[in-house]
């Protein structure tokens, strides 16, 4: 069955980077785009950005656009996510998401808890 | 960018009656339209997909309609499982561009 499994849970200073993975099993992991989506307690839903496992291309969030960096290690069907030069705004869960048709996530990881305090 | 507006921002109801839940968009998505549902510290749960076809394991009770701006999900009757936040999403552009709508909480009444 289709799993995203991600990493544990991080705890950041401002100013400093996270990169969390998500590493997943049960599909081919190249024929599927993966996409970021983070949540602040309490609140929505915000899109980070997408990358495509097998040519490398990435679209991020033009809120994101210089800060976030996405990759994947094919050999491991694993991808990442790092965010740069954070903030205590940043503090929320993030989660991975398999695309699916019309680039819907059909598949989740179970987030990925990040506090940023000083 | 794409915005999504999804009211009301809370809807109490009690388990069978009808829900009706609106997403509206400020331009044109076609029927590049998802909904989700999201239980307290889950990852969200694809509903709907295309405005329309539900996705798979997602009981009848569910449906979704429209195209263009206006989109609706409706669960026919709520089972006490259904309580729960619900989020539309939409992809436009090329390369895609994704947005989530603000949510709306189906609560007890």
């Known amino acids: 069955q289709v799993q995203l499994v991600q990493s544990g849970a991080e705890v950041k200073k401002p100013g400093a980077s996270v990169t969390i993975s998500c590493t997943a099993s049960?599909?081919?992991?190249?024929?599927?785009?993966i996409i970021w989506v983070r949540q602040a307690t309490g609140q929505g839903l915000e899109w980070m950005g997408w990358m495509n496992p097998n040519s490398g291309n990435t679209g991020y969030a033009e809120k994101f656009q210089g800060r976030v960096t996405m990759t994947t290690a094919t050999s491991m069907n694993t991808a990442y996510m790092q965010l740069n030069n954070l903030e205590s705004e940043d503090t929320a869960v993030y989660f991975c998401?398999?695309?699916?048709?019309?680039?819907?996530?059909?598949?989740w990881g179970q987030g990925t808890p990040v506090t940023v305090s000083s | 960018e794409v915005v999504l507006t999804q009211s009301p921002a809370t809807l109490s109801l009690s388990p069978g009656e009808r829900a009706t839940l609106s997403c509206r968009a400020s331009?044109?998505?076609?029927?590049?339209l998802a909904w989700y549902q999201q239980k307290p510290g889950q990852a969200p749960r694809l509903l709907i997909y295309d405005a329309s076809s539900r996705a798979t394991g997602v009981p009848d009770r569910f449906s979704g309609s429209g195209s263009g701006t206006d989109f609706t999900l409706t669960i026919s009757s709520l089972e006490p499982e259904d309580f729960a936040l619900y989020y539309c999403?939409?992809?436009?552009?090329?390369?895609?561009?994704?947005?989530f709508g603000g949510g709306t909480k189906v609560e007890f009444k």
């Open positions: 331009e044109s998505v076609r029927t590049y």
């Open positions: 999403q939409q992809r436009s552009g090329w390369p895609p561009r994704l947005t």
């Open positions: 049960g599909y081919t992991f190249s024929t599927f785009d």
């Open positions: 998401a398999r695309v699916w048709g019309g680039w819907y996530g059909d598949f």
